[in-house]
């Protein structure tokens, strides 16, 4: 008998564990899903619900942590990549949930990158912004029209943000051999302001990194919908 109450317990451990996997499994797919279509991706994101036990948090109606992961989206037209986002103190009840959930975030941290691509119209004819050595460059041949001709310019980047708008101030300006000094013309010619693609979720912009493969903008936000009627 005591054996048999052993194995019996055994299994019914053993569905347990497959029940909240399961459960953890769909719940990832029917979120990705969400956030593919309310953030235009063209790929649906990879959706990690954390917590030791997945179905503890169902009953609670809290989970712990979300993290959201996606090789690229867009965002108010403009094509961002290497998208990451960690939400935290996730509400969602569970007397919602075989219904349109509404679910809150407490807190959301998250990051993607602009490629340097993204910039290049904001800048004269024959310039370009791209990585040289793993830094930011500016550089192209640029129509000088004080000498009527054009001349090769290289420079570093700047970047600096105030609320939604981005500003691009060039430094260690490199010009060509000239009879004369062009450089505060030319550092008005590279220099722009442009704005920042808004933020997924309506994060607020706290941080930006110039990185090998485009401009790491990162935001956070609290009390954040992530699928529901509130979501934007």
Same mark, same amino acid.
């Not at 996730?90 to 959930?101: I, Q, T, W």
């Given at each position: 008998?005591?054996?048999?109450?052993?194995?019996?317990?055994?299994?019914?451990?053993?569905?347990?564990?497959?029940?909240?996997?399961?459960?953890? +499994? !769909?719940?990832?797919? *029917?979120? +990705?899903?969400?956030?593919?279509?309310?953030?235009? @991706?063209?790929?649906?994101?990879?959706?990690?619900?954390? #917590?030791?036990?997945?179905?503890?948090?169902?009953? +609670?109606?809290?989970?712990?942590?979300? =993290?959201?992961?996606?090789?690229?989206?867009?965002?108010? %037209?403009?094509?961002?990549?290497? &998208?990451?986002? *960690?939400?935290?103190?996730?509400?969602?009840?569970?007397?919602?949930?075989? =219904?349109?959930?509404?679910? /809150?975030?407490?807190? &959301?941290?998250?990051?993607?990158?602009?490629?340097?691509?993204?910039? =290049?119209?904001?800048?004269?004819?024959?310039?370009?912004?791209?990585?040289?050595? %793993?830094? $930011?460059?500016?550089?192209?041949?640029?129509?000088?029209?004080?000498?009527?001709?054009?001349?090769? /310019?290289? +420079?570093?980047?700047? !970047?600096?943000?105030?609320?939604?708008?981005?500003? &691009?101030?060039? /430094?260690?300006?490199?010009? #060509?051999?000239?009879?004369?000094?062009? %450089?505060?013309?030319?550092?008005? $010619?590279?220099?722009?302001?442009?704005?920042?693609?808004?933020?997924?979720?309506?994060?607020?912009?706290?941080?930006?990194? $110039?990185?090998?493969?485009?401009?790491?903008? *990162? #935001?956070?936000?609290?009390?954040?919908?992530? @699928? #529901?009627?509130?979501? $934007?």
């Amino acid at each position: 008998m005591r054996k048999f109450l052993v194995v019996l317990l055994i299994l019914l451990a053993a569905l347990v564990v497959v029940a909240d996997i399961g459960a953890r +499994s !769909f719940a990832q797919s *029917t979120l +990705s899903e969400r956030l593919a279509q309310q953030m235009d @991706m063209s790929e649906e994101p990879d959706v990690s619900i954390e #917590g030791w036990a997945f179905l503890p948090q169902v009953l +609670s109606g809290t989970y712990t942590e979300v =993290n959201i992961d996606a090789a690229s989206a867009t965002m108010s %037209g403009v094509t961002v990549e290497q &998208v990451e986002a *960690t939400a935290s103190d996730v509400e969602a009840p569970l007397s919602d949930l075989m =219904n349109e959930p509404d679910v /809150v975030a407490g807190q &959301v941290d998250g990051s993607f990158v602009v490629p340097y691509t993204y910039f =290049n119209p904001y800048l004269p004819e024959g310039m370009t912004i791209s990585t040289e050595e %793993g830094d $930011a460059r500016i550089s192209g041949e640029l129509a000088l029209t004080e000498l009527g001709r054009s001349i090769p /310019v290289s +420079s570093g980047v700047e !970047f600096t943000v105030d609320g939604d708008v981005l500003t &691009v101030t060039p /430094v260690d300006i490199q010009i #060509g051999d000239l009879p004369i000094d062009l %450089g505060d013309q030319v550092a008005d $010619a590279l220099g722009f302001s442009a704005q920042v693609p808004e933020l997924p979720l309506g994060l607020s912009v706290t941080e930006m990194e $110039a990185t090998s493969s485009g401009l790491r903008i *990162t #935001g956070t936000g609290s009390d954040i919908p992530l @699928m #529901g009627s509130e979501v $934007a």
